[in-house]
């Protein structure tokens, strides 16, 4: 394994993440290869990679979906490799996950969309519930749209829709999954100036996964690219993008090879 570049950025508060020895194999096929990383608290994070490399099953990693056939994740503390499932439970109150297109369901109104969370774990009056929904809306610069559906909305007020879901239960870490896949430039601006809202005015810890370099100066404080189940280098968005390393270059120019360089 080729040891990741360590960054000067680095939280005061020291890691909300802690990820170590990570493995994690399905049958025969090995994901995840002995993964160490750390998180900063209120740091965002920006993971990219090819496909298959694993960054999907890290993510399921950090909100305890999936249990590591080797290593650690502590969140804020708590070793998830060791708590109860009621523990883990309480811990992934803590997360607040967005999803490609949003993944509103169809059937309900938008602000129903962003009570649905509260609705669930809470038992707080309606009008409490709904005047949550028209905060978390007006932090993802949507106010006054709770009674639209979401067919009515475009592909960019869909995303943020479900950005204002995840903040419903007031989460510490957020959790973004290739948030500007498909949209336009000026969407895709607009979604990095929100991710930026969101963490100036919550103090939120970040982690963006994306094959979007366009963000990773906009919403990253570091970047991290992970190869066939390994962390290949993390660093600022500026040094990553000047790296020499043979790997960071192909991806960089969209040319990553399906075999391992000579």
């Known amino acids: 394994m080729v040891a990741p570049a360590i960054s000067a950025v680095r939280s005061p508060a020291g890691p909300m993440i802690s990820v170590i020895g990570l493995h994690k194999s399905f049958g025969e096929?090995?994901?995840?290869?002995?993964i160490d990383l750390e998180i900063g608290r209120g740091e965002s994070l920006m993971l990219v990679g090819g496909s298959g490399a694993g960054k999907s099953v890290f993510i399921k990693h950090l909100i305890g979906l999936l249990q590591p056939?080797?290593?650690?994740?502590v969140v804020d503390g708590v070793d998830l490799?060791?708590?109860?499932?009621e523990a883990v439970l309480e811990l992934r109150k803590k997360f607040g996950m967005t999803f490609q297109e949003g993944a509103l369901f169809d059937s309900m109104t938008v602000g129903d969309n962003i009570a649905f969370p509260i609705r669930r774990h809470t038992d707080k009056p309606e009008k409490e519930v709904g005047a949550r929904v028209r905060e978390c809306l007006q932090l993802v610069r949507?106010?006054?749209i709770e009674d639209k559906m979401p067919s009515e909305l475009s592909g960019g007020m869909r995303r943020r829709v479900g950005f204002a879901r995840a903040i419903a239960l007031e989460p510490e870490i957020l959790l973004f999954d290739e948030p500007t896949t498909g949209l336009d430039p000026i969407n895709t601006a607009a979604i990095g100036d929100v991710i930026n809202q969101l963490r100036s005015e919550l103090g939120v810890t970040a982690v963006t996964i994306t094959h979007?370099?366009?963000?990773?100066?906009?919403?990253?404080?570091?970047?991290?690219i992970i190869r066939r189940g390994q962390i290949l280098l993390v660093d600022t968005p500026e040094r990553f993008l000047e790296s020499e390393n043979w790997f960071v270059r192909?991806?960089?120019n969209g040319e990553v090879p399906?075999?391992?360089h000579p």
């Open 250 to 252: 192909a991806f960089l």
């Open 81 to 85: 490799t060791h708590a109860s499932p």
């Open 69 to 73: 056939d080797e290593g650690h994740v």
């Open 142 to 144: 949507l106010p006054g």
């Open 258 to 260: 399906e075999e391992d």
């Open 212 to 224: 979007d370099m366009g963000l990773a100066g906009k919403i990253a404080d570091r970047v991290a």
């Open 29 to 34: 096929k090995e994901v995840l290869r002995g």
